[in-house]
């Protein structure tokens, strides 16, 4: 009961298949089921939604899977992910050492715009060269199972100085990488700063490039200290029996702990 | 921290801890491999669980209307002048020095610790409170894992100016912000401020304290440049995650639009508010015990999350500040008041609670 209900999120993102694949052989189990597909993780001030990203890590660089992370860090610094990634059980130096993972601090990135003359993007171009060459440099295993993370988008608009024209050029370019070797994309973004827009054209064009969309909200109860918040999992690519794609969206409770994150449907806790 | 050493066990985190318990005063361990400098005050740092964790960003959100956000940002300073770590202040008077002398002095080790938060109490009873005073800091010394002499967090008496020889050195930087019209001066100025304390593997020397008032303040020349004035803080905060200071910065959020407003949140490792009382309440007067000694209330949005992943979820957001005998800032947790006996009144204050748009804002 415990091991089911603690994957409500991979569930919904639909992650949880590798069951299936369990009687057949080691590669089609070894299948990304992310793959092709863009993830979208909105939060808000009162409520991180950096467990989830954390998550995909954990699940991605997990022994089953062989998948390599390209991890592009606004937001924190290696050590940061490293601690908390191992409290999780996953111990990101030694991947990054056995080349499953990259990771590129992008703290003090800052875009040229600072020098007012040039208008070139030359901060983000260097940036999906050195991901596209990261990507080419793999062993043939891992080349089809890469996923590229962002933490946080919100804070690429910042190092942009703004030009979120920028910002969406880079996140289309590396969408292209989906197609082009079969890459996951997931990014994190923070929801409440585009709430107040009239039109929040980034956020909404982040919303059409994503095939899931994760929402982790505050209950409207306010925080409470064993439900932590709620998520919204909206999943649109589902391939129903009859092929035809259907979206699902699932809703559901969380707390977050040290070494997991409980899931739960709302009132199932008591 | 832990970055370079590649195979450790989930051990490792208790014995780096005991390993390297030689803080400099003024700095102790914390969980998740921080290490915390104290707010300087007492009830602030047991809120947020040991103090401000070095490497962060600590935002106050002022209240555009009455400088609450000042008694924070001085005890802060205070705090870091006795630990006599560095000190950078930034703001946008002319002469940012001079706030200096407004600073409270830590209040002698006599008047300590017979706080105590009922005022109309007689001597008497602050004399058994004087006997105990023993057991408080050795409860302290426990926590605080300091060395015999300075504490931790002292109480800084409102009244009494710090004395001369705690800023007189070189250690207190002064920068006004209102000269400057862009940020790269100011920029240049703060990381080689950081650069003072390079974060290596477990030890620590000292710890800086960077104080800045009222970043967007109208004054400043860049006030109007909202994308200058972030990827500033974004920069202050990447040089804060390797260095071992920590950095408080008010400002008055109905300078910015909302959007923008959000984006600092965000870039806040801990953000607080701070709100002033109106004058003449009554009918918060009547639903709060100690109504009379409060000054404001604080705002507790956003609890410290560095290497973990795990939020902090306080019992209560919403603190009242009060100035205990006028002297010391003390943060309480908000009492309703006992309902008067009077038959009825109880549904009709109630009432009055949730109708009135004014304390609606208040969880208790």
Redesign the interface.
Known sequence: MDQRSSNLLEEAIGLDNHHRHQAEDAAAAAEWPLSLKVVLIEDSVETSGSFVLHHLIKRALSPQSSNVIIFLAFSQPFSHYDRLLRKLGCNLAAQRDSGRFFFFDMLQLQSPGRNEGKTSDGGFCELYRRIQKTIASLPEKYKKQVTVMIDDVSLMEVAAFGSSQHVLDFLRYCHTLTSEFGCSFVALNHEDIYSSMESPTFLLELEYLADVLIKAEPLATGLAADVHGQLTVLNRGICNPTGSFVSKIRNFHFRVKENTVDYFYPGSRT | ???????TS?FSRNLSSVSSPQTPPGVKCGP??TFFVSSGIPDLDKILGGGFPLGSLVMVMEDAEAPHHMLLLRNFMSQGLVHNQPLLYASASKDPRGFLGTLPGPSSTKDDKSRNHDVSEQEKGLRIAWQYKKYFSDNQQIDGSRDGKQEFCNDFDLRKPLERHFFSGQRVDCVSIKESSNLNALHNRFSSFLAQFPRNEGSISCAGRIAIQSLCSPQCEFSNK???M??FI??L??ML??ANAVAVITFPPSLL???FC??W??MSDI?LSVRAIPDEDKELGQLLTGYQDMVGFLNV??VS???????V?LEATTFSIKLHRRRFLVLECLNQAPIDGSSGSSYGTSASCSGSSKTSAI?F
């Open positions: 921290m832990a970055a370079s050493k590649t195979r989930s998740n491999g909202d994308w200058d972030l990827s974004r920069f905060k990447s995650r390797s639009s909302s959007s959000k984006r949140q965000h953000l949005h956003k999350r560095i290497n973990t992943q795990v939020p979820i969880d």
